[in-house]
């Protein structure tokens, strides 16, 4: 800056000075426009950005019924549990079978509704054993995360097949209104002793066993729970239950009984 | 001569009373053995297991506070023949057991009436003995013999 020797500034300087700082400020505005438009342009590339990728997914996601409809039967798929886990919160609802798989205090952590002789008629109506009110009420008092039905062998000797599918079937629903996310299994009936066969008490022959089989199968796929097939893990070479069951030559032992708890653990269980 | 047979007499109507008194107290059964000793019998229609003890109380809706022992053992569910030896805690603690024993008759009775007929006379026929605060049952094809068995039961714990 140039100066007099009285520190007063000449007019030609004090016009170049405010000609500098006309130019600084000019160049510093320039700059601020400059930045305001680099961050103008960033915010609408966001903002576009993000209009076509919510867009893309707005139009083009697949609708649930899709999903639900492409799967008749749930695949036996392996769930995240551990075996240790795999009975906690669980229920067995059913006939006598039910009443020997929780003698056996193989799954003490689990709920059992079972009474001797219980059909898809009678739970409806007849409490479990110790029970107060009707099984299929008392099983949809808590919600459980698996639910396993043993039905057919009291059903053996019922000439309407259409029934017992319709009746299971309501079993099922009920159960499925009251508990919406239960996984639900309903169990094959399990053969018997060839001795037994040839007793045919109360239809209950292996021949008959088999044709059921089918029937509960059926009501799997078409109310989409899974299939236990029991009776493909104790069946020998003859299509009977082997004779060391013991006892009448139908319902479990001890030993069956863990057979059976096994091949559920291991079966549904994903490692 | 007079007082001292009164006297006499007293003390030997006093050694009498606790004498009977103490019968009924010393009684003592192993309930592991007597089940296993019952349960060994030809009387059963088919062969019984032993229950988880958590699982015969449940069964028999007995709370635990309420046993010292016990040995339960049944067969499938096709039959209902079953022996259980209980030791309660007292007194009371066995009439509440004596109690959950008749609950269960009942109810066998009424579960099997459908189910299973011929079994019911085995229930109607069941054997339940209380010995101070020992209860045992059994419920088999044969009660002559079963209860036979349980009377040999006292006689061999308690004659040692």
């Known amino acids: 800056m140039r100066t007099y020797g009285n520190g007063k500034r000449s007019g030609r300087y004090i016009s170049e000075e405010m000609s500098y700082r006309a130019k600084r400020r000019a160049r510093r505005r320039r700059r601020r426009q400059i930045r305001d438009r680099v961050i103008v342009c960033f915010i609408l590339a966001l903002l576009a950005g993000g209009l076509c990728f919510g867009g893309y997914h707005l139009f083009h996601r697949k609708p649930a019924e899709d999903t639900v409809a492409t799967a008749s039967v749930p695949a036996i798929t392996k769930e995240p549990d551990t075996k240790e886990n795999f009975f906690q919160n669980t229920a067995f609802i059913g006939n006598s079978f039910?009443?020997?798989?929780?003698?056996?205090?193989?799954?003490?952590?689990?709920?059992?509704?079972?009474?001797?002789?219980?059909?898809?008629?009678?739970?409806?109506?007849?409490?479990?054993?110790?029970?107060?009110?009707?099984?299929?009420?008392?099983?949809?008092?808590?919600?459980?995360?698996?639910?396993?039905?043993?039905?057919?062998?009291?059903?053996?000797?019922?000439?309407?097949?259409?029934?017992?599918?319709?009746?299971?079937?309501?079993?099922?629903?009920?159960?499925?209104?009251?508990?919406?996310?239960?996984?639900?299994?309903v169990q094959s009936v399990t053969p018997v002793t060839a001795k037994a066969s040839e007793n045919a008490r109360f239809g209950v022959t292996n021949e008959n066993i088999v044709d059921i089989n089918g029937l509960i199968r059926r009501v799997a796929e078409e109310n989409q729970v899974y299939y236990a097939d029991l009776h493909s893990a104790v069946v020998n070479e003859y299509g009977c239950l082997p004779d060391d069951v013991g006892g009448d030559g139908v319902h479990f032992n001890q030993k069956y009984c863990q057979i059976w708890v096994d091949y559920l653990r291991d079966t549904f269980t994903e490692e | 001569m007079k007082k001292r047979s009164i006297i006499v007499l007293i003390s030997v109507l006093v050694c009498l009373l606790v004498m009977g008194g103490c019968g009924g107290q010393n009684v003592t059964l192993d309930t592991e053995a007597a089940a296993e000793t019952l349960t060994a019998l030809d009387i059963f229609d088919e062969p019984l297991e032993k229950m988880d003890n958590d699982v015969a109380r449940k069964l028999y809706q007995v709370e635990e506070d309420t046993v010292k022992n016990m040995a339960v053992y049944t067969g499938t569910a096709a039959v209902v023949?079953?022996?259980?030896?209980?030791?309660?805690?007292?007194?009371?603690?066995a009439t509440k057991?004596?109690?959950?024993?008749?609950?269960?008759?009942?109810?066998?009775?009424?579960?099997?009436?459908?189910?299973?007929?011929?079994?019911?006379?085995?229930?109607?026929?069941?054997?339940?003995?209380?010995?101070?605060?020992?209860?045992?049952?059994?419920?088999?094809?044969?009660?002559?013999?079963?209860?036979?068995?349980?009377?040999a039961l006292w006689q061999s714990n308690n004659s040692k």
Do not use: H
């Open chain 1, 98 to 185: 039910v009443n020997d798989l929780e003698d056996s205090g193989l799954i003490k952590e689990a709920d059992f509704f079972g009474r001797v002789g219980l059909n898809l008629d009678s739970v409806m109506e007849l409490p479990a054993r110790n029970g107060d009110i009707p099984a299929a009420d008392a099983v949809c008092q808590k919600q459980y995360k698996r639910v396993f039905m043993v039905f057919g062998e009291n059903e053996l000797g019922w000439r309407e097949p259409e029934v017992f599918v319709s009746k299971y079937s309501d079993l099922i629903q009920k159960v499925k209104a009251s508990m919406p996310d239960v996984k639900i299994y």
């Open chain 2, 81 to 93: 023949d079953e022996v259980s030896v209980w030791e309660a805690k007292d007194a009371a603690a």
């Open chain 2, 97 to 151: 057991i004596e109690e959950a024993i008749k609950s269960r008759i009942e109810s066998q009775k009424t579960s099997y009436a459908s189910y299973r007929p011929e079994e019911v006379p085995k229930l109607e026929n069941a054997v339940t003995v209380r010995r101070g605060n020992y209860v045992v049952f059994c419920v088999s094809k044969d009660s002559g013999q079963a209860s036979a068995a349980i009377e």
